[in-house]
C-alpha cells in the first residue's frame, strides 16, 4: 500500500477515532520515528457548526499549557480544506474504557485522580478553565499516566464578563455543575473542582452520582447535589467528595483543600519541576498557528506548517502581525487598558531595545527578586525564590514596528498567576510607564 505522508514530515497510518467533524490518525515523524496523533478537521463542516472559534480556542490553550498530565500540541498544518493537528500520541486509550469495564480499585483510581488535580491546578494557575472534564476527555498512556485532552471547550481569564464570571453554558450533563445550569454566571475554576469530583465518584463507583432519563430531573439532582454513596466507599472518599460537590460554589473545597486532604495525600507524589519552554526568537506560536490554521494555503492546496525561524536580533512587525493581535481592525488591542486579568502585558515605546532591556534589568534588580538572562529579541526574568506554582518567570520580548517605534510584550511562562499579576501591578507598570 502506498505510502499517505503529510507534509513531507509524517507518515500517516491508522486510523484511532472520530468525532462530528474530526478524525484522528497514527503517524509517525519521518525524521525522528516518533509516533505522533494527527487530528484532522475538515474547515468546511467546521464552519458550518460555527466551531472557529473553538478550535482558535483549542490551538491557545494547548501552546500555552505544558504539563506531564496534559496532552501536547506539537505543531499545527493546514490546506484549503483540512487543518492539521500533531500531537502527543497516547496509546493506552480513553480513562473511560477502563471505568466501563467495571470500578477501579481506590489506589488505582486515587493515583488518577491525584494526576488530575495537579494538571488541572497548573491549568488554573495560568487562567485556563477546561470546562469539559469527563472520562472520555482523559487519556491514558503506556506508563499508566493520565493526560488531558480536548481543550475545544475551555476559556481563558479574559472571557470573563465584569463581573468575573463566565456565562457559556457548556460541558456534558452529568458532569456539569450546579451553577453552570442555573445560568447566572460562574467561577470556571469551581465548576472544573465539580467535574473533578464527579470524575472521581465514577472511578471508584462505575456510575455517575446523578443520572436519570429525563435530563431535567437530572439537572434538578445537580442543583440539589441529589446523590447517593455507594457502601464500599471508604469515609475518607466520602468526605472528600461531599465536599467538592457542595452545590454552593463558595463553600465547596478548594484545590488546595483537596491535596491536603488525608484520602488524596496517601501515596501523593507532586510534580516539582518540569521543562520551560526555551528561549525563542519570537513568543506568540498561538497566533502564528492560527494564521496557519484558518490563513490563506498555497493555491494547489498543498499543506502550510510553522517553520522555525532562525534567530534574529529583532522582529519587524508587518501589516498581518499587527491586525492579528487586534480584534478585528481596531488596534487599540495593541495597547494595556484595564485589563487587569491578562498574563501577557503588550505596550508601545519609542525608547531604543537597549533602553528597554536596561529598564527590565533595573527592575529585576529591586530586592533581588530576579535572575535576567538574554537572547536576541528576547529577555527572562527568573524569579530568584520558589513560590506556589515553582519559580515566576517572564519573557519580554520588543518587536520592531518602525526605526522609531517598538512593541514590547511581557509574558508569563511560568509560576503562580497571582504573583504575576501581583508584580506587574507593584513593580512592572510604574517603572515602565514613563516609557509607554
Not at 118 to 137: F, I, Q, T
Amino acid at each position: 500500500m502506498e505510502k499517505n505522508v503529510l507534509m513531507q514530515k509524517y507518515e500517516i497510518g491508522r486510523f484511532l477515532g472520530q468525532g462530528n467533524f474530526a478524525k484522528v490518525y497514527h503517524a509517525k515523524n519521518l525524521k525522528t520515528g516518533q509516533s505522533v496523533a494527527v487530528k484532522v478537521i475538515n474547515k468546511e463542516m467546521m464552519m458550518k457548526v460555527g466551531m472557529e472559534e473553538q478550535i482558535k480556542r483549542e490551538i491557545s490553550v494547548m501552546r500555552l499549557v505544558r504539563h506531564p498530565n496534559v496532552v501536547q500540541l506539537y505543531e499545527v498544518m493546514a490546506t484549503k480544506k483540512k487543518i492539521y493537528f500533531a500531537m502527543e500520541m497516547v496509546k493506552g486509550g480513553e480513562l473511560f474504557d477502563k471505568v466501563s469495564r467495571g470500578r477501579l480499585r481506590e489506589d488505582v483510581a486515587r493515583k488518577y485522580f491525584q494526576q488530575l488535580i495537579d494538571a488541572v491546578d497548573y491549568c488554573h494557575s495560568l487562567g485556563v478553565c477546561h470546562r469539559d472534564l469527563k472520562p472520555e476527555n482523559l487519556l491514558v498512556d503506556e506508563n499508566g499516566d493520565l493526560k488531558i485532552t480536548d481543550f475545544g471547550l475551555s476559556a481563558l481569564v479574559e472571557s470573563r464578563k465584569n463581573n468575573g464570571l463566565l456565562h457559556t453554558v457548556c460541558g456534558t450533563p452529568a458532569y456539569v455543575a450546579p451553577e453552570v445550569i442555573k445560568k447566572k454566571g460562574y467561577d470556571g475554576a469551581k465548576a472544573d473542582i465539580w467535574s473533578c469530583g464527579v470524575i472521581l465518584y465514577v472511578l471508584l463507583a462505575g456510575f455517575v452520582p446523578f443520572s436519570d432519563k429525563n435530563l431535567m430531573e437530572m439537572y434538578k439532582k445537580i442543583i440539589k447535589a441529589d446523590c447517593q454513596f455507594p457502601k464500599w466507599f471508604s469515609p475518607d472518599v466520602n468526605r472528600l467528595i461531599y465536599r467538592i460537590l457542595d452545590p454552593n460554589p463558595t463553600r465547596r473545597i478548594t484545590i488546595a483543600k483537596i491535596v491536603q486532604s488525608r484520602w488524596f495525600r496517601k501515596g501523593y507524589v507532586q510534580i516539582q519541576e518540569f521543562q520551560l519552554p526555551p528561549l525563542f526568537p519570537r513568543n506568540g506560536a498561538d497566533i502564528l498557528d492560527v494564521q496557519v490554521a484558518f490563513g490563506s494555503s498555497d493555491s494547489d492546496g498543498s499543506p502550510m506548517s510553522i517553520k522555525e525561524e532562525s534567530p534574529l536580533k529583532l522582529y519587524q512587525f508587518n501589516a498581518f502581525d499587527l491586525i492579528s493581535l487586534s480584534s478585528g481592525l481596531d488596534l487599540s488591542g495593541l495597547f494595556e487598558n484595564d485589563q487587569n486579568e491578562r498574563q501577557l502585558t503588550r505596550f508601545t515605546t519609542r525608547e531604543t531595545p537597549s533602553t528597554v532591556v536596561s529598564m527590565l534589568e533595573e527592575i529585576a534588580q529591586i530586592d533581588d527578586k530576579f535572575k535576567v538572562s538574554k537572547k536576541d529579541g528576547v529577555v527572562r526574568l527568573e524569579g530568584c525564590q520558589t513560590g506556589i506554582k515553582g519559580q515566576l518567570t517572564l519573557d519580554a520580548e520588543i518587536f520592531e514596528l518602525t526605526s522609531s517605534l517598538h512593541v514590547v510584550e511581557v509574558k508569563k511562562i511560568a509560576g503562580n498567576t497571582l504573583e504575576y499579576f501581583k508584580f506587574r501591578e507593584q513593580y512592572l507598570k510604574p517603572y515602565l510607564n514613563e516609557i509607554i
